[in-house]
């Protein structure tokens, strides 16, 4: 195990739902970020957490909402997804502030699949 | 153009073969470059970071020319467990946090 852990890991939800994917991290780290992952497409970054501030938000719809309540804990909340949603999301962490080599790896939790009806 | 570009393959090969996968970036700055491995339905793992003066893990060896803005990895005496999807990872350099740009990945198939 990464020592990324991420709940669940398969999400059905209708598009007039509400639920909230989790991350937890138990590597130290102070960085943690959203990915979204389709089909045949690179990972996209959604978010990232540094030192418990939002840095990035990289034109993510607003029914995608994230929240870093620590630097163990991120929270993706989700509401009147779209079909077009479906994809495994990725919560990942990292030691930001230490740059050079191996240092700015960053390491995966399994994922959520998420399937938007 | 993208910014980390990769052949999406498959690259079928048999059991005991040499392979070679290349990436290209587009962002001359870069700093770090990674490759990841992700089988399917799990979540990227690092594979190995690259270095400048090329590096080799194993049976793995990886390269970077940054006149080129090229990498690569070879994977010599290919084995079954070695199929899976490889990602081409680019970081930018220092800017408050470890960005990484990933490629789409290159498919590996080793069959008996």
């Known amino acids: 195990e990464t020592g990324v852990t991420q709940t669940p890991r398969h999400l059905v939800m209708g598009m007039t739902n509400k639920k909230s994917l989790k991350c937890e991290q138990h590597?130290?780290?102070?960085?943690m970020y959203w990915y979204k992952q389709s089909a045949k497409k690179p990972l996209e970054l959604m978010f990232v957490?540094?030192?418990?501030?939002?840095?990035e938000n990289n034109s993510v719809p607003s029914r995608f909402s994230p929240e870093c309540p620590n630097s163990s804990h991120l929270f993706l909340h989700l509401h009147t997804l779209q079909p077009e949603d479906s994809a495994l999301y990725l919560c990942?962490?990292?030691?930001?502030?230490?740059?050079?080599?191996?240092?700015?790896?960053?390491?995966f939790g399994a994922g959520t699949r998420l399937s938007v009806l | 153009r993208k910014e980390v570009e990769q052949d999406p393959g498959p690259f079928n090969v048999p059991e005991g073969a040499t392979v070679a996968f290349n990436c290209t970036y587009s962002?001359?700055?870069?700093?770090?470059f990674f490759w990841y491995r992700q089988d399917c339905r799990k979540e990227p793992k690092l594979l190995m970071s690259?270095?400048?003066s090329g590096n080799e893990d194993g049976r793995f060896t990886a390269q970077l020319n940054r006149a080129s803005q090229y990498i690569s990895l070879l994977i010599r005496d290919s084995k079954l467990s070695d199929s899976a999807t490889y990602l081409c990872?680019?970081?930018?350099?220092?800017?408050?946090?470890?960005?990484?740009?990933f490629g789409a990945g290159t498919r590996l198939a080793v069959h008996p």
């Open positions: 957490y540094s030192l418990e501030e939002r840095v």
């Open positions: 690259v270095y400048s």
């Open positions: 962002n001359s700055a870069s700093q770090s």
């Open positions: 590597l130290g780290h102070n960085a």
């Open positions: 990872v680019v970081s930018p350099g220092p800017g408050g946090y470890n960005k990484l740009i």
């Open positions: 990942a962490s990292s030691q930001t502030g230490e740059w050079g080599g191996a240092k700015n790896i960053q390491y």
